[in-house]
């Protein structure tokens, strides 16, 4: 098969979908892989170190769709991508379509295949390809806000950690999966006061055994009001597979918090889990509404390519060979969950009755 990969094209998105080393794996197995022109430049990976490979150069989009049948990229397709996607193009990448109504349109009306990182799923309901960004997200979400609190940023004045004679800051982490899981486990190394807000009990015993500084609690609503009061720094973290985000944080609990807090939504590829989300880029990542910063880029891990890069690779290289491999992959595997629009329909239960 012929798999395309494209130069992403999102704010300040330096992720590459495939390091030369696993392209190199896909020659190897009898498939003709093509890059667009220094796709993988920002992740580190020349187009030398592409052909090195033997994978082939494309001078730019056009000519790379144009030769691609199955299309693997990291972030969903934006204007530049949508102009050259066929009918006949396999799409693979993270898609987010419960929050991205007319993107969910323009495949549709272009009436390809596509399959979702995010949707990939197995039996147990454990979600592969999410988890690597997910991871990275987390850690990401905790450094940025502890930045974010330092006075010249906006923020409260506040070290998180403290230190004798100081109070320890304090971080309401709502979701306990690998993004909320890895931000508590941070702040918490870090010496703030952490509180982890999630449903599951083995989540929560996981997190109490991080150390005497992390609490676990349901997240009752009353309760999740209470703690994000005097929070500094608050991560947003709740993820229903392939759905658009519950809205946990109300504006009337943004509206009783301290000026300087900051907030923090990793939700916000799934429509955003405060009510005051509004989607940034890394160009522009944060705004202040009711004097409280907010940090929604959609594509945290694209500011640590080489790290996102090699790490998307790894999880995502077993399903683009199954995928490049023929037809067999639909039948009844974790990939065919995955399938989020197909020949015009709407085909994942989660995005029905989106439209």
Same mark, same amino acid.
């Given at each position: ?10 704010? +300040?998105?330096?992720?590459?979908? +495939? ?33 090195? /490979? ?43 379509? &419960? ?12 009436? +390809? ?30 450094? /940025? ?59 929560? &015993? ?5 150390g005497p500084n992390v609490t676990a609690l349901y997240p009752y609503e009353e309760y999740v009001a209470r703690e994000v009061t005097d929070a500094d720094l608050i991560i947003g973290a709740v993820l229903i597979p392939s759905a658009r985000a519950p ?20 939700? =916000? ?13 890394? &160009? ?11 940090? $929604? ?5 694209? &500011? ?15 399903? =683009? ?6 037809? =067999? ?13 197909? $020949? ?10 989106? +439209?």
């Amino acid at each position: 098969m012929r798999i395309g990969i494209p130069r992403e094209t999102k704010t +300040l998105e330096g992720r590459v979908a +495939l390091v030369p080393a696993a392209c190199g794996d896909l020659v190897r197995r009898g498939h003709e892989v093509w890059l667009e022109k220094d796709a993988g430049i920002k992740s580190g990976f020349s187009d030398d170190a592409y052909t090195r /490979v033997g994978v082939k150069i494309a001078p730019d989009a056009a000519a790379l769709y144009e030769k691609g049948e199955l299309i693997v990229k990291v972030k969903e397709p934006i204007a530049g991508d949508l102009q050259h996607l066929r009918k006949d193009h396999l799409l693979f990448c993270y898609l987010h379509l &419960a929050a991205e109504p007319e993107l969910t349109r323009k495949l549709l009306e272009i009436g +390809l295949t596509g399959v979702a990182f995010e949707s990939v799923e197995f039996d147990d309901g454990t979600l592969p390809l999410l988890a690597p960004m997910s991871i990275i997200a987390g850690r990401i979400a905790t450094q /940025v806000g502890t930045h974010l609190l330092h006075q010249p940023a906006g923020g409260k004045g506040k070290l998180l950690g403290g230190l004798p004679s100081t109070e320890r800051g304090k971080v309401v982490v709502l979701g306990a999966g690998a993004a909320g899981g890895n931000s508590a486990a941070l702040a918490a190394a870090g010496g703030a006061n952490v509180i982890v807000f999630d449903k599951r009990q083995d989540r929560l &015993a996981e997190m109490m055994a991080m150390g005497p500084n992390v609490t676990a609690l349901y997240p009752y609503e009353e309760y999740v009001a209470r703690e994000v009061t005097d929070a500094d720094l608050i991560i947003g973290a709740v993820l229903i597979p392939s759905a658009r985000a519950p809205r946990v944080v109300t504006a009337e609990m943004v509206r009783s918090m301290e000026p300087g807090t900051v907030m923090v939504d990793i939700s =916000v590829d799934q429509g955003g889990c405060f009510e005051t989300t509004r989607p940034t880029t890394w &160009a522009n990542p944060t705004y202040v509404e009711h004097g409280v910063t907010h940090f $929604a880029v959609t594509n945290m891990p694209g &500011a640590v390519p080489k790290t996102s890069s090699e790490a998307i690779c790894a999880a995502i290289l077993p399903y =683009v060979q199954n995928l490049a491999a023929g037809d =067999v992959w639909r039948e009844g595997t974790s990939l065919a969950r995955g399938i989020n629009v197909e $020949a015009g329909k709407l085909v994942h239960p989660a995005l029905q009755g989106m +439209l």
